[in-house]
């Protein structure tokens, strides 16, 4: 087995990815193991967000590390909550209390116009410094609904509608929404790259 560090304090996205990993023999441990410290994502993209994270989960374990920098983004709200949705209601972050905002700055916004996607922005790095970091993007397109559904998953799962399942993404079984969901598909491509690494 080979340790990975993954820039997370987040237990469900740790047990999510470890499940996408484990196939490869990659271990991931949690940054909170070598630290406590939660660096600021301070920058304007997913992308940047991750390399952010991994390179610091990097440099405080010395191992490598993986980061996944996701969130929502709402046609009808111009692309928010974004890169912002883990905190989009304030700080500390707040599944029930972002998913009420959410709800409320679509309050009267007709089904048609409820169009949403999750983003999964992947970053992987050999060291703190890798000057040529693993960076992989995934896209999972649905709906945002005007009431919660299902007990599974975390964040705005609830409210996502995955339209050619007529369920949320907290209605699917945990296997299922790993091989539809945008961080299913982002490691896919993440893996893809690292088989083809020289």
Same mark, same amino acid.
């Given at each position: 087995?080979?340790?990975?560090?993954? *820039? /997370?304090?987040?237990?469900?996205?740790?047990?999510?990815? $470890?499940?996408?990993? *484990?196939?490869?023999?990659?271990?991931?441990?949690?940054?909170?193991?070598?630290?406590?410290?939660? #660096?600021?994502?301070?920058?304007?993209?997913?992308?940047?967000?991750?390399?952010?994270?991994?390179?610091?989960?990097?440099?405080?374990?010395?191992?490598?590390?993986? =980061?996944?920098? /996701?969130?929502?983004?709402?046609?009808?709200?111009?692309?928010?909550?974004?890169?912002?949705?883990?905190?989009?209601?304030?700080?500390? /972050?707040?599944?029930?209390?972002?998913?009420?905002?959410?709800?409320?700055?679509?309050?009267?916004?007709?089904?048609?116009?409820?169009?949403?996607?999750?983003? /999964? =922005?992947?970053?992987?790095?050999?060291?703190?410094?890798?000057?040529? #970091?693993?960076?992989? +993007?995934?896209?999972?397109?649905?709906?945002?609904?005007?009431?919660?559904?299902?007990?599974?998953?975390?964040?705005?799962?609830?409210?996502?509608?995955?339209?050619?399942?007529?369920?949320?993404?907290?209605?699917?079984?945990?296997? +299922?929404?790993?091989?539809?969901?945008?961080?299913?598909?982002?490691?896919? *491509?993440?893996?893809? $790259?690292?088989?083809?690494?020289?």
């Amino acid at each position: 087995m080979n340790d990975l560090v993954l *820039a /997370s304090h987040n237990a469900k996205k740790l047990k999510e990815l $470890q499940t996408l990993l *484990a196939p490869l023999g990659y271990r991931l441990r949690p940054v909170s193991e070598f630290s406590p410290e939660v #660096p600021e994502e301070t920058a304007p993209s997913f992308i940047e967000n991750a390399l952010l994270k991994a390179r610091h989960a990097a440099r405080v374990s010395g191992l490598p590390a993986i =980061a996944d920098d /996701s969130g929502l983004e709402v046609e009808a709200l111009r692309g928010a909550p974004g890169v912002y949705s883990a905190r989009y209601a304030g700080e500390p /972050s707040d599944d029930a209390a972002n998913n009420a905002k959410l709800l409320q700055a679509l309050a009267g916004v007709p089904a048609a116009r409820r169009g949403a996607r999750f983003v /999964s =922005a992947l970053a992987l790095l050999r060291h703190a410094d890798d000057p040529t #970091p693993v960076i992989a +993007l995934g896209y999972w397109p649905g709906q945002i609904l005007d009431a919660t559904r299902g007990a599974n998953g975390f964040g705005y799962d609830p409210l996502f509608l995955v339209p050619s399942l007529g369920k949320t993404s907290a209605e699917l079984t945990p296997g +299922l929404k790993n091989r539809i969901s945008h961080r299913g598909r982002a490691m896919r *491509a993440l893996l893809k $790259q690292l088989r083809e690494r020289p």
